[in-house]
């Protein structure tokens, strides 16, 4: 088994999972008994996820305290990230001198079909952003693969001409065709393979999965649409 590759990058890099990475082996945690067999391995788990989204949060009251935010959460994959960021922001709100204003607006992207991103994207709820004009803005992205898709979300966020826009991104796909710009504020980098859990999905399924998880290719054959 090769040795695990964890590393934590300085700025906005967020922690590095190597290629080499096998993941934890699903015997070492609880996960929901009706996806036993569609599932490869856990790459991170929740522990970790809330653990790391407590730093971020840290790292935005730093960037932004007594700024009044928008967090404009992506659907559906994001809800989760962007609920418990919220709430580790609202944590730290209450116990510290520092503080942050918030309101959340959930805009809705699709673009994949199975475990393939296509090119037909949608922006549902994201018709009229006019109140984001002068606003200070935090998108909230579950996970970023090509980047194609936040590029043309930055693009229409942008037209409402915001006074500021940050983007938090739990995870950071590595793939060969990415050229977009990191997130400001990243969780994991991870390999070029499908994952779920955490609200990402797998045409619908796994959002109920606590830990973010490889899909088997059972996995992919059973849900497959």
Request: charged residues 25%.
């Amino acid at each position: 088994m090769a040795d695990v590759v964890l590393q934590t990058e300085g700025g906005s890099g967020g922690i590095v999972i190597g290629d080499d990475w096998p993941g934890y082996s699903l015997e070492l945690f609880s996960y929901p008994a009706h996806y036993a067999g569609d599932l490869q391995c856990v790459v991170v788990p929740h522990g970790v996820i809330m653990d790391r989204t407590e730093r971020l949060a840290r790292d935005i009251m730093d960037d932004l305290g007594e700024h009044d935010i928008v967090v404009l959460c992506v659907l559906k994959g994001g809800y989760q990230f962007c609920a418990d960021l919220v709430d580790k922001i609202k944590a730290l709100s209450c116990s510290s001198d520092r503080t942050i204003p918030m309101r959340v607006h959930f805009i809705r992207l699709k673009s994949y079909l199975n475990d393939q991103s296509t090119e037909d994207l949608h922006i549902l709820g994201a018709e009229d952003l006019s109140f984001l004009a002068g606003k200070n803005v935090l998108i909230v992205e579950g996970i970023i693969g090509t980047g194609e898709t936040l590029k043309a979300l930055l693009k229409h966020v942008q037209a409402f001409q915001p006074k500021m826009i940050k983007v938090a991104g739990l995870l950071v796909k590595r793939v060969p065709r990415n050229t977009a710009s990191l997130p400001d504020y990243v969780g994991f980098e991870i390999p070029d393979r499908f994952v779920v859990g955490y609200a990402l999905d797998y045409n619908e399924y796994f959002r109920d999965l606590n830990h973010i998880c490889v899909i088997s290719d059972n996995g992919k054959m059973k849900y497959k649409i």
